[in-house]
């Protein structure tokens, strides 16, 4: 077995019939009624009218879910294992359980459940709620699918499913045209992301001999990396493609016109996908890691361009869009690093908080006068003081990831850890106000301390869940590390700098500049849509 | 770039004025939108009542494309259930002098809609329609987004950086950077704005002029333009409205226009030509003979409902007071808010005992207050629309704390400082990444408890809120409003409490306990929260105003001031506020601890009461809400468990079936159960010689009851226009408005679920019908008075009758002038198989 899987002292058992769970689970006496009754619950689902879809939905969703949860505390005790219905055909349906797909599986199980009751009263008396009922049902399962499956094929193909359904989902109100508009240049897009991922599964099929995924995943070590360069190539395109990262994010910004359930599925569960592939396939990716970096580029880049443009949204479910797409950028980057695990931690994290608040949106009405005071205090020398406190915490994060235990092993984890820090910097900010005293000073110190524990427990949290089936990102230095996250983190720099300058009285003119560009995603949602073909009538006449 | 043609003229001073008065006239026609948190209903043809509703019925295709009458299928279903009758059809064409048939009235319900016949094209319109270029809807969309960004309040973390500018003038610095009109094919925009005047009025005048408008549609093309963006030209209203205009100049409407006309003549470039123009101007040549038919018959349909509900209203009516005509000093009085919704409970509290008297008042009980509550920076206004706040009331926390820190250093401001940070950290910015990777998975249990369990949440109204001061002293602190008094000084007290109690309605010796009761909602994740709430409290629950009220009447000091001017309350009269849950029917006594030792046994004997019509109103509720089955303790978990519901987009039904305003004894109407459809107000003649309450019912609550029925009404008939479209797809913008989905404006009105029920509409639309119980002369007298209420009556915005107070009979007013007798029910035979909407309580 290969050293990266050993980082952690545990030896993954990949030989799938060598498991310890009980035989009735494998046998199809067992097997099979268990799934009569799930099919059956689906085909209620499906076929029912109304509310009753949506309850019956709720039903399915809910037995799939105590599934999940039963899976993934059966995979803390018997470790990785695996269930093929048809073992030897060509296309092998069948499932591979081990921590990440059954955390991931009860993570999006929750979330559909969630959702879909939420749908229940919600949508109750609209004319599309069974259909948006079915629809989510089927998005759920083919994510399920994509999340659990043993099968690479299985795997894009369900990503495929998944995505045609959603697009039922974004065109379900056939009376807007800016959702039908947003559904065609997603469509486009997502196209291109399969394609480019059944051209990995190809590739992987002619060099491994299998498109199995429990096999590829123990034989990746063996395999030369420069033989995986092009399969390498064609994942993190998928995943940067279908995940709405720079250039490809510009159809999400125009799914406003969805239900609001929908939305919450979308943004925590479905774009989510392609981080989640890259964690899955992590083994192979890491062979490579000039390609990494390459996503660890592109994701940092479109993080830091999400923020700037969400900072200048007004409305609710805008200013959330723009979250998703930065946050997914994140991620991306911090699979670019190979920090695997963290990547995993923020998935998840991300997924939960995007769900809610997507879900609350409706409760974000403000008191008028409650509005926050804009003018800050800062001051040339302030702005000074935290951009050169800023330079300190990235360098030594930088300098120091060898030093102590428990500090970041590689410079692309202690480019993370800094971009964290530099966020405590501006509610610090916030904190020190007009008036600077003892207190300020104390308070910050104690928010600094409390929100530094949370990262840590959560660091530590992730490298205990997922670490140990995930490679190390020791495995993966390339020599340009260092310059790749010295060059993110300078973006991340002067991310902080804007944000410090903007609190401060008298922004520079060309700012001002900056502002209506960001505000309008930099044009790039608009030419899209000129280019693909949008016309005005496609743009929703939102008065007749 | 510019064409010669377009290049600036300069207008003479009369032509300008001429201009900016059509289009002023054309900004006064847009009704003002109120913001999220104090949503009030406002009527939405409130600049057009100088013109009948006929007329308006007529324009309204014309300048917004759209009907403000129900489609044939409607009215269908309504003649077919019977609510309807023949006999309806005929007095409203006879009231309506049509020279229709029955049969051509019959013959309509079976024709597809006609339509209305094309309106005003703007040039974007024309220019789409023709094939020339792309760009419906691309103005408001651009217009849309700026407004958002230079109104946001609280939402962008990198506002607008010209925000602090006069409205035009801050465009005019956006538009020169904006690249999206240049991309969408407006080439040159950016600099041709830079060429554009900075006074907003003479771009107006500039513009106008371009546009070559015909004088006489001059006026109706100004207003479709502002139509075009209703939901922001109405916030602008707004603003107008309540003064509250600050940065944005002297006229923020007349700038707003200035900005579309800048479209409007932007586009006008690139496509003029001689073919365009031909096609532009001829292009609403007015509705067809068809149509105007058409619109003839959806009138009369519409007024025959309405005279169907009121022939039997009246009929009930009419029928005489109830036997149960108490003597002597009743246990206790109730006096609840003259909202739709007060009917219920107050009929399920009169069946507890017979000597329980209830009163319907404007459920601010006459209190003009702006209340400030613990983290508020600005008084929120506690009054009708129509009136502005006169005293400030600090509303102390649960236990008695009023904020004297509040903006100084101490805890309050430690607890704001941490509160910014927090959102800081979790605001747009690079503070979101740690934010979500150390505390997102926290949300998994939000998740747990908002999906999987409706939890305990905050009201809408205090519960266990201390006792009000009205003291100047103790309302000092804190936010502050101009020309607004702090607490309420003793000099006002006096002349307030004999205003109220000269109004209320209390008629005999009032009982030992005088109950307040306002009313609030409990909703959760509800952006229309508000729009549940009070109106008369400004959109906001009653509990505040009702304190207020009590603790002014209760007060020793305004007692013996009340006694010199002769106004005798028995000293063992003790007010009491509390406040009336809508979405559970639960009434909550407050401040009990108040209470004197004396009337302990009495507010013991009232929680009984209160416990038991809770629970009957509730009762008679469940049907409407889908909970038939369920009764007791199961019905007020049901009911409790909606108002906590995250998902829930119908918590209660609000105003919805709103069709009557009756101010009268309340023996007039104890005896009939209403449905909820009814705005109540206690009036005896008889101790109104002067007519002073007459003409406060008709200047005020009509008023403001009008204004909603009017809300429900266009809410109904035109969910597009009026209406604020489907909760599933609504996205809040800057805190105080709401859009649908990617649209550029705000919406206006009722969402899609507050009048549907996803199976048929919950609310009928029918104009208000205002019944007086007093003499038909007096209310002339007072309309010769009032020309605003007159111009409602006359125009038919409202119907209005009187019963005689003996019960000798009722009269319509009809809107020309003069009154006819009603005849009330009228013998049918076979009976209507529809459901009558009136019948005595069981």
């Keep these: 077995m290969a050293q990266w899987w050993s980082r952690h002292g545990s030896v993954i058992p990949m030989d799938i019939t060598n498991n310890r769970i009980p035989e009735i689970l494998l046998h199809p006496a067992g097997t099979l009624p268990a799934l009569v009754v799930l099919v059956l619950l689906v085909v209620q689902g499906l076929i029912r009218n109304g509310r009753g879809a949506a309850t019956a939905c709720v039903t399915a969703v809910q037995t799939f879910l105590a599934l999940a949860l039963m899976a993934a505390v059966a995979v803390r005790f018997t470790g990785p294992f695996g269930i093929v219905l048809n073992p030897g055909q060509p296309v092998e349906l069948g499932v591979y359980l081990d921590t990440i797909s059954t955390t991931t599986w009860l993570l999006v199980s929750f979330l559909a459940a969630v959702v879909v009751r939420f749908s229940v009263n919600h949508m109750d008396g609209d004319p599309v709620q069974s259909r948006v009922s079915r629809l989510m049902l089927l998005v759920y399962l083919a994510v399920s699918g994509l999340v659990l499956s043993s099968d690479l094929l299985c795997v894009g193909l369900c990503w495929l499913a998944a995505s045609l359904a959603l697009h039922g989902l974004l065109t379900v109100y056939p009376d807007r045209p800016v959702a039908r508009m947003a559904a065609r240049k997603k469509f486009l897009i997502s196209r291109l992301g399969d394609l480019l991922f059944l051209g990995a599964v190809l590739g992987i099929a002619l060099e491994f001999g299998t498109v199995d995924l429990p096999v590829v995943l123990a034989r990746a070590a063996e395999m030369p990396g420069d033989r995986l360069w092009i399969i390498n190539g064609l994942l993190v395109a998928a995943a940067v493609v279908k995940s709405a990262q720079f250039p490809f994010h510009t159809w999400l910004p125009d799914t406003l016109d969805v239900p609001t359930p929908v939305s919450a599925l979308l943004h925590a569960g479905v774009v989510n996908a392609g981080g989640f592939l890259l964690i899955r396939l992590s083994p192979l990716l890491v062979r490579t890691p000039e390609i990494l970096l390459v996503l660890a580029v592109l994701g940092g880049f479109t993080a830091v361009f999400g923020v700037v443009v969400q900072m200048t949204q007004n409305s609710i479910k805008r200013s959330l869009v723009w979250s998703t797409i930065s946050q997914l950028g994140f991620m991306l980057m911090q699979c670019g690093f190979g920090v695997f695990s963290l990547a995993m931690v923020h998935l998840f994290a991300h997924a939960l908080y995007k769900a809610h608040a997507f879900l609350t949106s409706g409760g974000t009405v403000w008191s008028r006068g409650l509005d926050r005071e804009r003018q800050g205090s800062g001051t040339l020398g302030l702005v000074t003081a935290f951009l050169a406190v800023g330079c300190v915490v990235v360098a030594g994060c930088l300098m120091v990831w060898n030093g102590f235990p428990g500090a970041p092993s590689t410079a692309g984890e202690a480019l993370i850890l800094g971009v964290f820090l530099l966020g405590i910097l501006q509610p610090l900010a916030a904190l020190w106000g007009r008036r600077r005293g003892v207190l300020e000073l104390a308070l910050g110190g104690v928010v600094l301390a409390g929100v530094l524990g949370l990262l840590l427990v959560t660091h530590w949290g992730a490298e205990a869940v997922f670490a140990p089936g995930l490679p190390a990102a020791t495995r993966m230095v390339s020599p340009a590390t260092g310059w790749v996250a010295g060059g993110v983190g300078v973006a991340f720099l002067l991310l902080l700098g804007l944000q410090v300058i903007l609190r401060g009285p008298a922004p520079p003119p060309f700012l001002a500049r900056l502002q209506v560009h960001a505000q309008n995603g930099f044009y790039l949602g608009t030419r899209m849509r000129r280019w693909i073909g949008g016309s005005g009538a496609d743009r929703e006449e939102s008065r007749p | ?275 365009f123009r031909e096609f532009w101007t001829t292009s609403a040549p007015g509705p067809s003979a068809r149509a105007r038919r058409s619109l003839e018959c959806a009138g009369i349909w519409q007024l025959a409902a309405e005279i169907a509900f009121q022939r039997r209203l009246l009929g009930s009516l009419s029928s005489g007071a109830s036997g149960s005509r108490m003597e002597g000093r009743p246990d206790l009085h109730a006096v ?112 747990l408890r908002d999906g999987f369990h409706q939890p305990r949440r905050n009201r809408g109204h205090s519960r266990d809120a201390g006792p009000l001061s009205l003291d100047p002293c103790c309302n000092g602190s804190g936010a502050h409003t101009a020309g607004v008094q702090r607490g309420i000084p003793v000099g006002d007290r006096i002349p ?244 649908q989905g990617n649209d550029g404006d705000l919406r206006m009105g009722l969402p899609f679920q507050s009048v549907h029920d996803g199976e048929r509409w919950r609310h009928e639309p029918l104009r208000l019908s205002v019944i007086l119980e007093t003499d038909p002369a007096k209310v002339d007298v007072i309309l010769g008075r009032q020309p605003q209420v007159l111009e409602l009556v006359r125009n038919g915005w409202i119907h209005l009758f009187t019963i005689a107070p003996d019960g000798s009979g009722s009269h319509y007013r009809i809107p020309g002038g003069g009154w006819q007798p009603h005849p009330g029910v009228e013998p049918r035979c076979p009976a209507p198989a529809g459901p009558a909407p009136l019948r005595p309580l069981p």
């Design chain 2, 496 to 739: 307030l409490a004999a205003t109220i109690l000269k109004h209320i309605g209390l008629a005999g010796t009032p009982a030992r306990i005088v109950l307040l009761c306002g009313h609030g909602s409990t909703t959760f994740n509800n952006p229309y929260a508000a729009a549940l709430h009070c109106g008369a409290c400004g959109g906001h629950a009653g509990d505040v105003n009702a304190r207020a009220a009590a603790a002014l009447l209760n007060d020793p000091a305004t007692r013996s001031g009340l006694a010199e001017r002769g106004i005798l309350l028995p000293a063992d009269t003790w007010f009491l506020p509390a406040v009336h849950d809508t979405t559970s029917d639960e009434l909550v006594l407050l401040e009990e601890e108040s209470v004197p030792p004396s009337h302990r046994g009495d507010l013991e004997r009232l929680r009984h009461w209160i416990g038991s019509a809770g629970g009957l109103a509730r009762d008679r509720r469940a049907r409407t809400l889908g909970l038939g089955g369920l009764s007791g303790q199961e019905l007020e978990t049901a009911l409790t468990d909606r108002g906590r519901d995250w998902s829930q987009v119908r918590p209660e039904w609000g105003l919805a079936g709103n069709a009557a305003f009756v101010a009268a004894r309340r023996d007039r109407t104890r005896h009939l159960d209403l449905e909820g459809r009814a705005f109540l107000h206690e009036y005896r003649a008889e101790s109104d010689p002067t007519l002073e309450t007459l003409e406060l019912i008709l200047t005020a609550p009509v008023v403001v009851a009008s204004w909603i029925n009017l809300q429900y009404y266009a809410s109904t008939v035109n969910q597009r226009l009026w209406g604020s479209g489907s909760k599933i797809t609504h996205n809040i913008v800057g805190g105080f408005g709401v859009q």
């Design chain 2, 336 to 447: 609840f808010c003259i909202d739709v919704r007060s009917e219920g409970i107050r009929s399920a509290l009169e069946a507890q005992s017979p000597g329980i008297q209830t009163l319907g008042f404007a459920g601010f009980f006459g209190m003009p207050i702006a209340c400030v509550r613990e983290d508020d920076r600005r008084p929120a206004a506690h009054v009708p629309a129509l009136l502005r706040p006169r005293f400030q009331i600090v509303d102390a926390g649960p236990d008695g704390r009023v904020t004297e820190g509040s903006g100084q250093r101490g805890g309050p401001e430690l607890g704001r400082r941490l509160q910014e940070a927090w959102s800081a950290f979790k605001a747009a910015g690079i503070g979101g990444f740690g934010f979500i990777e150390a505390l997102g998975g926290t949300f998994g249990w939000d998740l």
């Design chain 2, 1 to 275: 770039m510019i064409p010669s043609s377009l290049s600036p003229v300069p207008q003479t001073g009369t032509d300008l004025q001429g201009l900016l008065t059509s289009a002023d006239r054309a900004c006064s026609r847009i009704p003002p939108l109120w913001p999220m948190d104090s949503f009030v209903a406002v009527n939405p043809f409130l600049g057009l009542s100088d013109r009948s509703f006929p007329e308006v019925c007529d324009l309204m295709p014309r300048v917004a494309h759209g009907s403000m009458l129900m489609d044939p299928a409607y009215f269908q279903v309504r003649h077919g259930e019977g609510s309807i009758g023949d006999p309806d059809l005929r007095e409203a064409m006879e009231r309506s002098r049509s020279s229709l048939s029955l049969e051509d009235l019959h013959a309509w319900l079976e024709e597809s809609d006609a339509g209305s016949g094309p309106g005003l094209e703007t040039v974007a319109d024309v220019a789409d329609r023709m094939g020339l270029r792309p760009w419906r809807g691309l103005a408001e969309q651009e217009i849309g987004k700026w407004c958002a960004a230079y109104l946001d309040e609280a939402h962008s973390v990198w506002p607008l950086p010209w925000r602090g500018l006069p409205l035009f003038a801050a465009w005019r610095q956006t538009a020169q950077v904006d690249a999206s009109p240049e991309i969408e094919g407006l080439s040159g925009f950016r600099e041709w704005g830079g060429t554009l005047d900075e006074d907003p009025d003479r771009v107006l005048g500039t513009l106008i002029g371009r546009l070559e408008l015909d004088p006489q549609s001059r006026e109706d093309y100004l207003h479709r333009l502002l139509l075009q963006l209703p939901g922001w030209s109405g916030h602008l209203r707004y603003r107008e409205w309540t003064g509250d205009t600050g940065r944005m100049g002297p006229h923020p409407l007349r700038s707003l226009l200035a900005i579309r006309l800048a479209y409007e003549v932007a586009m006008l470039r690139e496509v003029d030509s001689p073919a």
